[in-house]
């Protein structure tokens, strides 16, 4: 079956730093792939889509990568702030033809 | 103001009892979406619709139903509800080919089953 993991529950840095997140996905290859921020008490919001074709993809601070060999997306935030604390979902596209989430990482950026 | 409105945004009740969970939006997107959210496990698809009187099951459909006679309304409801469905559900919404397409949520209902 399917399976997407996210590899840290919890993630805690520095502000300041770049933070780096990790997706893997497993039995499948998804077309494309997309990242969502999640505060608590708050549904998901769309922050970026990767098509299988893309290796990297960027806006402001953020960057995704998609390496399909690997079959692994990195999600980084550069010069992060404590308002970057947040949850973050990766979705690829199942084979279903629909988005599946991992459980996501909590990002924690200590001033 | 355009967005996707979900109510109530807690809800209680008992084992047994008929509960609707609403949800609309003023996009007039095609495709809305039903999820819930559970510890220890990803958002989890219940079911979807790609427009007005077309709806299919997700990954955990059983139990819940759904009806969409409007584009811009589609109410989840569970019919005899078991402490197994307490979660936080999700709906969102999404413009065009669901999977190039980003998803809009709402921010939730909290159900509790007692």
């Known amino acids: 079956s399917q399976k997407i993991e996210q590899n840290s529950e919890a993630l805690n840095i520095q502000e300041g730093k770049t933070a780096t997140l990790t997706c893997n996905y497993t039995?499948?290859?998804?077309?494309?792939l997309q990242w969502y921020r999640q505060d608590p008490g708050r549904g998901p919001v769309f922050l970026l889509l990767i098509r299988e074709n893309e290796k990297e993809k960027r806006k402001e601070r953020l960057k995704v990568t998609f390496d399909t060999t690997l079959k692994q997306s990195l999600f980084h935030i550069t010069a992060s702030q404590p308002a970057d604390s947040a949850t973050y979902l990766c979705?690829?596209?199942?084979?279903?033809?629909?988005?599946?989430f991992g459980k996501g990482t909590k990002l924690s950026v200590k001033p | 103001d355009a967005g996707i409105t979900q109510s109530p945004r807690y809800k209680i009740t008992e084992t047994g009892r008929q509960v609707t969970l609403m949800c609309h939006q003023t996009?007039?997107?095609?495709?809305m979406f039903w999820y819930r959210q559970d510890l220890g496990h990803g958002l989890r698809l219940i079911y979807y619709?790609?427009?007005?009187?077309?709806?299919d099951k997700g990954e955990v459909p059983d139990g819940y139903v759904v009806s969409r006679s409007k584009t811009e309304n589609f109410p989840l409801t569970l019919e005899s509800a078991t402490r197994s469905q307490t979660s936080v559900y999700f709906c969102?919404?999404?413009?065009?080919?669901?999977?190039?397409?980003?998803?809009?949520f709402g921010d939730g209902t909290r159900l509790s089953i007692l």
């Open positions: 996009w007039s997107h095609s495709y």
């Open positions: 979705a690829p596209f199942g084979s279903q033809g629909n988005l599946i």
């Open positions: 039995n499948y290859s998804p077309a494309y």
């Open positions: 619709s790609a427009a007005a009187d077309i709806t």
């Open positions: 969102a919404s999404s413009e065009g080919q669901y999977s190039n397409q980003p998803q809009h």
